[in-house]
Each structure stands twice: as C-alpha cells, then as structure tokens.
C-alpha cells in the first residue's frame, strides 16, 4: 500500500514529538512537568487548529484570489487591445446617442472612486441603439473572423471560468462573428434581418462598454501608468493620441 505524503508527515513529526519527550523524561528526570507540558500543549491545540484551519486558510484564500484577479485582468486587458477597443470605436459610429456617452467616457483622467461608480450607474443606463444599416458589417465580419482564434484561446484559459460577465461578453462576440459569417451578401438584407443584427450588436456594445469600464477601474487604482495609455488610447475620444501632450 503506498503511504502519500501527508501520512508521512505526521509520522515523522509524531516521531519527533514522542523522541523529544522521551528524551526530556530519560536525561531530566522530572515526569511530571513533562506531564504538565503535555496536558498543557494538548489544551492549546484547539487553538492551533483554529488559527491554521480557518485564519491562515482565510489569508491563504484571499491572497490565492488576488493573484487569479491579476491574472484574469491581464487576460482581459489582452482582449481590449486586440479585439475590444477597435470593435468599440466601430460600433460607436452606429450609435445615434454616442455623443452622450462619449461626454461620460473621456474624461478618465479626471477620476476617482466616486466618480468612476457614477460614470458606470450612467453608462449602465445609456440606450445602446445601434442602426445595423450603418454599420460597416463587412469590415467588422473580416475583423472578428481575423481575431477568432485569438478569442478561442481566451476561452480556453482557466482563470476565466470565475468572471461571468466576461465569458458573457465573448459569448455575445462570437455569436456576432457567426450571424455575420452565416451571410454572403450585406447588401440585400431585409429590414427585418438588419434588426436582428442591430439586437446582436447592441448586445455585444452594452456589454463591452461596461466591461471596458471596470476594467479601466482596475487600472487606475492598480497601475495608474497603464491606465494613463488607456486614456490616451480611449477608443471614445476623436481626439485620442498616444503621444503625450501635458
């Protein structure tokens, strides 16, 4: 029968334990401290048991849960570069109301805990019209079909299966990126079709923005530096450029 570790263990240490006290007994000669000793150790164990069963697995699980945070925000912040900010600045031109939404975008440099939870209430809240006749469905069909492995691989990473609302949001590009790919000809759709399309695409918009702007949240309170290239990268902002001007 093959002992695993953990048996092997507490051998060793109840070895070391018994060979301690045996010593103590042998070459001290005082049996009843030892006793003592024990009765007292063995009262305190409870505690031990307390504080490394439910203390340090508490601290264990928090720091296990911000390392998979920062994992899974990289991952997310690979996304936005290659797939999500171009799509969003595609979509954008498609929004009748982007104006009121680009007033609440841009401003990120001007930031703080308060401000950005209103700017998310607020974008929450924006009507996410979207006219598929305006859209460039060619364009965005090439540009998704040319990402699609990228975004395969996104799905197939592990630290993703804990962000619902992210999965949620490749779910809604990939169904885009079929509807488009299940089309030969974007210049003969009914009107019907162009709503069904236009439904498709505010999802994937309405979803994105907001995930866009925790993730911008990420950044400016864990790395103010990549946050400042977001902003001046803001896929809302006509005038945006990397370059630093200020």
Same mark, same amino acid.
């Given at each position: 029968?093959?002992?695993?570790?953990?048996?092997?263990?507490?051998?060793?240490?109840?070895?070391?334990?018994?060979?301690?006290?045996?010593?103590?007994?042998?070459?001290?000669?005082?049996?009843?401290?030892?006793?003592?000793?024990?009765?007292?150790?063995?009262?305190?164990?409870?505690?031990?048991?307390?504080?490394?069963?439910?203390?340090?697995?508490?601290?264990?699980?928090?720091?296990?849960?911000?390392?998979?945070?920062?994992?899974?925000?990289?991952?997310?912040?690979?996304?936005?570069?290659?797939?999500?900010?171009?799509?969003?600045?595609?979509?954008?031109?498609?929004?009748?109301?982007?104006?009121?939404?680009?007033?609440?975008?841009?401003?990120?440099?001007?930031?703080?805990?308060?401000?950005?939870?209103?700017?998310?209430?607020?974008?929450?809240?924006?009507?996410?019209?979207?006219?598929?006749?305006?859209?460039?469905?060619? +364009?965005?069909? #090439?540009? %998704?079909?040319? /990402?699609? =492995? @990228?975004?395969?691989?996104?799905?197939?990473?592990?630290?993703? &299966?804990?962000?619902?609302?992210?999965?949620?949001?490749?779910?809604?590009?990939? +169904?885009?990126? #079929?509807? %488009?790919?299940? /089309?030969? =000809? @974007?210049?003969?759709?009914?009107?019907?079709?162009?709503?069904? &399309?236009?439904?498709?695409?505010?999802?994937?918009?309405?979803?994105?923005?907001?995930?866009?702007?925790?993730?911008?949240?990420?950044?400016?309170?864990?790395?103010?530096?990549?946050?400042?290239?977001?902003?001046?990268?803001?896929?809302?902002?006509?005038?945006?450029?990397?370059?630093?001007?200020?």
């Amino acid at each position: 029968m093959k002992i695993n570790w953990e048996v092997k263990l507490a051998i060793v240490l109840v070895s070391m334990s018994l060979s301690i006290y045996s010593f103590k007994l042998v070459f001290l000669k005082n049996p009843q401290d030892t006793a003592n000793y024990i009765f007292n150790a063995l009262g305190f164990l409870p505690i031990n048991v307390l504080l490394v069963t439910i203390v340090l697995n508490k601290l264990l699980a928090i720091r296990s849960r911000r390392e998979r945070l920062e994992k899974m925000n990289m991952v997310i912040g690979t996304f936005f570069s290659e797939v999500g900010k171009q799509l969003m600045r595609e979509i954008g031109k498609s929004d009748p109301g982007v104006g009121r939404i680009r007033d609440l975008l841009v401003q990120g440099k001007e930031w703080d805990a308060d401000t950005t939870a209103l700017v998310r209430k607020q974008a929450a809240s924006h009507d996410y019209a979207v006219d598929a006749s305006a859209v460039d469905m060619v +364009h965005i069909h #090439e540009f %998704l079909s040319s /990402r699609r =492995d @990228f975004m395969l691989r996104l799905l197939e990473n592990p630290v993703l &299966l804990e962000h619902e609302s992210f999965t949620d949001l490749l779910r809604a590009v990939f +169904h885009l990126t #079929e509807e %488009l790919g299940c /089309r030969t =000809d @974007f210049g003969c759709l009914p009107s019907t079709d162009y709503a069904h &399309l236009s439904g498709d695409i505010r999802r994937v918009y309405e979803r994105m923005v907001i995930q866009w702007l925790d993730y911008m949240n990420y950044l400016r309170t864990s790395y103010p530096y990549l946050y400042s290239l977001e902003m001046r990268t803001n896929p809302f902002d006509l005038n945006a450029s990397p370059v630093v001007q200020e």
